[in-house]
């Protein structure tokens, strides 16, 4: 019987790369077929609203030098910082899909219009789940923008349709973007655009240094006992923020591996010794079974629970801009 072939990355085993997948050491794995059939048709899933208009749209400033960020919608926000403006997982098509007639539908217009965007220098992609990576935005800020594109291993594969520059990272390796350094770090999570690709691309996290302070932006991760946040602060020394994700967790028997739930997001922005936390991925498309506003009294009730000043962890809604303070 012929091997299976990676599509997208050949390189040698690792410790996360068995030669053909890649995986979480010690983590748990992805669900199978079955499990997810279970989910799907034995679990009663909140009915969201249609549609959410957004308060107020933003318009960002050309550059910052500081440190500002703007929610977009769902995994998608504008890091601004030191001269440079930065995308994570951009998204503005109507759906997280591979299909533009099926699939989850957003529910709010993006907090940004696409033609309002300041320029684009990098986007950060963290892995190929198309509610991350979407190609028709990505030909979009090709034409517009002609941005770099940092991204986890093997993803480069998907993205080259675009003709979009691209860096590909291992988990630990880091690339210049004066005077930014972009960190990979390694998160809990697993990849894949169909059937027969599964974890064939890498998933991870980003660390961002640089002149106003250390970030952290995770698009996806399952807490996994807290192990995609213990080892930052002696790496990185104090976080001035960390993105989280805090949406997209219920039921947990089948979620707990892949989200963390809003009080798991708060377990690692502490441990992670961040100053300043946002909470991201949450209320743009219906991916999971908890109501629309759900992630948001969590959130609060997790704060309380673990005596973190409301103030100190926003969960930014579509137009939302925030101005991190210094520490």
Known sequence: MARTRNRYYQGPPSDHFDGVRFFNPGGTPPNGFGDLLRWRLGERRARWPETVPVAAPARPAPRITDLSVTMVGHATLLIQTAGLNLLTDPVWSDRASPFSFAGPRRVTAPGIAFEDLPPIDAILLTHNHYDHL???????????????????????RIIAATGLRTVTL??????????LEIHCVPC????????NDRS????????????A?????????GFDGGRPYRSLPDRFGPLRAAILPIGAYEPRWFMQGQHQNPDEA?????LSGARFGIGHHWGTFQLTDEAREAPLDALAAALHEHDVPADRFR?????????IPTA
């Not at 809990?188 to 169909?194: C, I, L, M, N, Q």
């Not at 064939?200 to 002149?211: C, D, E, I, N, R």
């Not at 302070?213 to 991760?221: C, E, F, S, V």
């Not at 969960?315 to 925030?322: C, R």
């Open 134 to 156: 979407d190609l028709a935005t990505l030909h979009r800020l090709k034409a517009r923008h002609d941005p770099l594109v940092l991204t986890p291993l093997g993803n480069d």
């Open 170 to 179: 291992d988990w630990g390796d880091a690339h210049a973007l004066a005077p």
């Open 188 to 195: 809990h999570h697993w990849s894949a655009r169909g059937l």
């Open 200 to 211: 064939m691309a890498l998933w991870a996290g980003f660390v961002l240094t640089g002149p």
């Open 213 to 221: 302070g250390a970030m952290l932006h995770i698009g996806d991760t």
């Open 266 to 270: 708060v377990r690692g922005f502490t």
């Open 315 to 323: 969960a930014l809604a579509p137009g939302d801009s925030w101005d």
